[in-house]
C-alpha cells in the first residue's frame, strides 16, 4: 500500500464550487504539505504544516485552505474554484528527525479541472 | 537570480551516453541539495541528496559547486527508463524547499 494517498485522483469541477482535496500518510511524519504544479512551473507551496495544531500559508495560499484533521490527514479545499486553479495538487511529507535537510515523500497527485 | 534555475531542456540522448545537467541556485546559505526524479504526470520522487562536495550512486553522480552556487547531476550509461524530468531541490531556510522547474531527459533507443 502508498504511504502517502490522495482523493480524488481526477476531479472537474465548475466556476465557484467548493471542493476539498484529502491526504492520507501512513508514515508517521509530523510535517505535511500541499503543492500545486503547473506546466513550465515549479512546485509551488500553498500550505504547509509541522504538527496537528500548526498551520502555515505557503507562497500562494490565496483562494485555499486546509484542515489538519489528525497527524495523518491534512485536507486541501477550494472554497470558491475558479479556473487558474486549474492545475496538479501534491501532498507531500517529511521527518525533521532525519537530519540534514528533508527528503520530501509525494503523494500521486490530483488533478484539478476547473471549468 | 531566481532562487533555483535550470535548464528545462529537453535534451535528448541516445542510449548509453553521458549526460549532465546543471542547476544554480541563489541563497549562499543553503547547505543541502536534492535531485528528485519526476515521471510524466507522476509524482516527485527522490534521487539524491547533495550535502557536501558531491554524491555518487551507481550512474547518477551529483556535485556541488558552493563558490559558483550550482550543483550538477551527471548521468552515464544513459538507459530508456531514465526519460523523466530532474527536479532540482533547495531547502530555503527552516521551512520550506525551492523546487526548479526541472530538467527534461528523453533517452532514445
Known amino acids: 500500500d502508498a504511504d502517502v494517498t490522495q482523493t480524488p485522483r481526477n476531479r472537474i469541477t465548475k466556476t465557484g464550487k467548493r471542493i476539498m482535496l484529502e491526504c492520507s500518510q501512513t508514515?508517521?511524519?509530523?510535517?505535511m504539505y500541499w503543492y500545486r504544479q503547473d506546466p513550465g512551473l515549479g512546485l509551488q507551496l500553498i500550505y504547509y504544516?509541522?504538527?496537528?495544531?500548526?498551520?502555515n500559508k505557503g507562497e500562494i495560499s490565496d483562494g485555499y485552505s486546509v484542515s489538519r484533521q489528525a497527524q495523518a490527514k491534512f485536507s486541501l479545499s477550494l472554497e470558491s474554484a475558479i479556473p487558474n486553479q486549474t492545475a496538479l495538487y501534491f501532498c507531500?511529507?517529511?521527518?525533521?528527525?532525519?537530519?540534514?535537510?528533508?527528503?520530501?515523500?509525494f503523494g500521486p497527485g490530483t488533478r484539478l479541472l476547473v471549468l | 537570480r531566481k532562487e533555483v534555475e535550470q535548464d528545462p531542456g529537453p535534451f535528448n540522448v541516445p542510449e548509453g551516453a553521458t549526460v549532465a545537467f546543471n542547476c544554480t541556485y541563489s541563497?549562499?546559505?543553503?547547505?543541502?541539495f536534492f535531485w528528485y526524479r519526476q515521471d510524466c504526470r507522476k509524482e516527485p520522487k527522490l534521487l539524491m541528496s547533495?550535502?557536501?562536495s558531491g554524491n555518487e550512486d551507481g550512474r547518477f553522480t551529483a556535485q556541488l559547486n558552493r563558490a559558483s552556487q550550482y550543483i550538477s547531476l551527471l548521468i552515464r550509461d544513459s538507459k530508456l527508463s531514465d526519460s523523466a524530468t530532474y527536479l532540482c531541490?533547495?531547502?530555503?531556510?527552516?521551512?520550506?524547499?525551492?523546487f526548479g522547474t526541472g530538467t527534461r531527459l528523453l533517452v532514445s533507443p
Open positions: 547533495v550535502y557536501s
Open positions: 531541490v533547495v531547502p530555503w531556510g527552516f521551512q520550506k524547499l525551492v
Open positions: 508514515k508517521g511524519h509530523d510535517r
Open positions: 504544516s509541522f504538527d496537528v495544531k500548526d498551520i
Open positions: 507531500a511529507t517529511s521527518d525533521p528527525n532525519k537530519g540534514a535537510g528533508e527528503t520530501q515523500y
Open positions: 541563497n549562499s546559505a543553503s547547505q543541502s
